[in-house]
Structure formats: structure tokens, C-alpha cells
């Protein structure tokens, strides 16, 4: 089995090529798979993709859906990972070469990992006295339990933030929280609202690590579902919330195992035949 299964949620993202080609160094650092889901993306241009850049054992789930879930492609595509370590990772990510490794070895009962700092591909270096800027929450029970986390980070030197998507922890503790949440729709706090319920039910600690690279492009790729980035994402920050206060903190996994994953197919490709297997 491998070390950690890379799960990437994909749709019509073309920058999937050049992630694929520059991550290579860091996908060979450990022995690993990479999962990629497709959910209501076009397969012909991911095939297309696919055969520039071809990893041995790279395989790809087919979700019929109509329209991009990320959360739905992120549960499907660790129900057919094989390692007990998963990493989750958007399409248009580089990671430094050494941070799957760290990853791996932080990763464990007690912790799980997100990336420290993800940097946009055209960034520039500006000198700034005041180098960071962090904002914080906190969720406090009526018994004087306390659980703060962290939810946006940036770097004002060069405009990097934090990297809550990109998160590798043991498949087993996502499958108890019950993975993301799908019913999450649009953009924005699907991650931040996984990061939440480990915290909160598995009482285990978050470690930042690594540096990642962002590919730059505006917010037509973004899935918005018809609102502005602003308001898909305080819908789904509220909707978060309202489930804390009402004590549910577990994703939709199961519910989603239950309706798609007989309709699943999954290919198998390897470096030296373009054929699919």
C-alpha cells in the first residue's frame, strides 16, 4: 500500500496539467498515489490532460454529477483511497518538494497537517514592516471547554496565506468525523469547516507546515454557484455555524457513499501505456 493517497477534486480546471507535471518531484518524495476525482468536469479534456502527463498508477473516479461539489468529489475520492494516510489537494497547487515527508511523519493519532503558507504563482515581494496577519476563532461550551482555531492567515511581504484546503491527515480520523460536508455549496469554509470538527470531536492538533505554490487566475474559475465570492462564502460560513450551535459536527460521507457510490467507475493508468486499464 502507499504512503499517502493524494486525493485531487477536479472540473474543467486546465491548470491540472501543470500541476501534475511540476508536483512529480514532490509526489516521488514518498510512495504515493494520486486520486483524482472528477465531479461534473468534462472527460474528454480531462483525458486530454491526463496523457501529457501520465503518473504510474494514477487513478481517476468518475462522479455523474451535473455540477462541481468539491466536498462530494473529496468524499468520493478518499472511499476508493488505499493508504491509511490521505492528503487533499486542489488542482491548481504546487507543493514544495519536502512537504509531503513532513507531513507524513507529523500526521498521526494525535495531529493532522495543513500547508503554512501557499504563495500565488505571479507574487511580488514587497518589504513590509509588518509581516503577518492572523484572525482566530474560538468555540466555547456552557462546561468552560475551549477550542480556538485558527481560519485566516497572511503573509504581507509577499501576500501568501494560509493553506486550510491542503490538509494530510489519517484517512481513518476523516472517515470518523465523517468527511466534508456536501451539502456545503459554492465556495469558501468547506475546508476550514473539516479542520473545525477535528478539532472539536477528535480533540487532536493542528500542525502548519510547508510552503505550497498557488497557480494565479481570478475568480471566474471559482465555483460560486450565481453569488459573489463574498456572499458564497458567508452561506456556507452560516450554515457551518448553525450546525455547531445545534451540536452537529460530522460530514455527509455516509449519506454520499449511499447514493453514488454504486454509479462510481474508477480508472487505473500507468506511465508507460496510455491506455486506460
Known amino acids: 500500500m502507499p504512503e499517502v493517497?493524494?486525493?485531487?477534486?477536479?472540473?474543467?480546471?486546465?491548470?491540472?496539467?501543470?500541476?501534475?507535471?511540476?508536483n512529480k518531484v514532490a509526489f516521488s518524495s514518498v510512495d504515493s498515489e494520486v486520486v483524482?476525482?472528477?465531479?461534473?468536469?468534462?472527460?474528454?479534456?480531462?483525458?486530454?490532460?491526463?496523457?501529457?502527463n501520465l503518473l504510474d498508477g494514477l487513478r481517476v473516479i468518475e462522479i455523474p454529477y451535473t455540477r462541481f461539489n468539491k466536498s462530494l468529489a473529496l468524499n468520493m475520492g478518499v472511499s476508493r483511497?488505499?493508504?491509511?494516510?490521505?492528503?487533499?489537494?486542489?488542482?491548481?497547487?504546487?507543493l514544495a518538494a519536502d512537504v509531503l515527508p513532513?507531513?507524513?511523519?507529523?500526521?498521526?493519532?494525535?495531529?493532522?497537517?495543513?500547508?503554512?503558507?501557499?504563495?500565488?504563482?505571479?507574487?511580488?515581494?514587497?518589504?513590509?514592516?509588518?509581516t503577518e496577519s492572523i484572525q482566530t476563532m474560538e468555540l466555547v461550551w456552557d462546561n468552560g471547554r475551549r477550542i480556538p482555531f485558527e481560519f485566516y492567515r497572511k503573509r504581507?511581504?509577499?501576500?501568501?496565506?494560509?493553506?486550510?484546503?491542503?490538509?494530510?491527515?489519517?484517512k481513518k480520523h476523516f472517515i470518523r468525523v465523517r468527511g466534508m460536508n456536501s451539502a456545503l455549496l459554492g465556495w469558501g469554509?468547506?475546508?476550514?469547516?473539516?479542520?473545525?470538527?477535528?478539532?472539536?470531536?477528535?480533540?487532536?492538533?493542528?500542525?502548519?507546515?510547508?510552503?505550497?505554490?498557488?497557480?494565479?487566475?481570478?475568480?471566474?474559475?471559482?465555483?460560486?454557484?450565481?453569488?459573489?465570492?463574498?456572499?458564497s462564502l458567508w452561506t456556507n460560513m452560516s450554515a457551518c455555524h448553525a450546525n455547531y450551535a445545534n451540536g452537529r459536527f460530522l460530514g455527509t460521507m455516509e449519506q454520499d457513499l449511499s447514493v453514488w457510490n454504486s454509479k462510481l467507475t474508477e480508472r487505473v493508468f500507468t506511465a508507460t501505456d496510455k491506455r486506460a486499464l
Open 189 to 231: 469554509w468547506e475546508d476550514l469547516d473539516l479542520i473545525v470538527r477535528l478539532l472539536c470531536s477528535l480533540e487532536i492538533e493542528r500542525i502548519p507546515l510547508g510552503e505550497a505554490i498557488h497557480l494565479a487566475h481570478d475568480n471566474a474559475r471559482r465555483n460560486f454557484v450565481g453569488k459573489t465570492r463574498e456572499q
Open 36 to 52: 483524482i476525482a472528477n465531479c461534473g468536469g468534462d472527460g474528454a479534456m480531462l483525458e486530454s490532460i491526463l496523457s501529457a
Open 81 to 94: 483511497s488505499r493508504s491509511s494516510h490521505i492528503f487533499l489537494l486542489d488542482a491548481d497547487v504546487i
Open 156 to 170: 504581507l511581504t509577499d501576500q501568501a496565506r494560509g493553506g486550510p484546503g491542503l490538509i494530510c491527515l489519517l
Open 102 to 130: 513532513m507531513a507524513l511523519e507529523c500526521a498521526n493519532e494525535r495531529s493532522f497537517v495543513t500547508v503554512q503558507w501557499v504563495v500565488d504563482s505571479n507574487a511580488v515581494y514587497k518589504p513590509n514592516a509588518l
Open 5 to 22: 493517497s493524494l486525493i485531487i477534486p477536479w472540473s474543467n480546471r486546465p491548470e491540472l496539467e501543470t500541476t501534475l507535471a511540476k
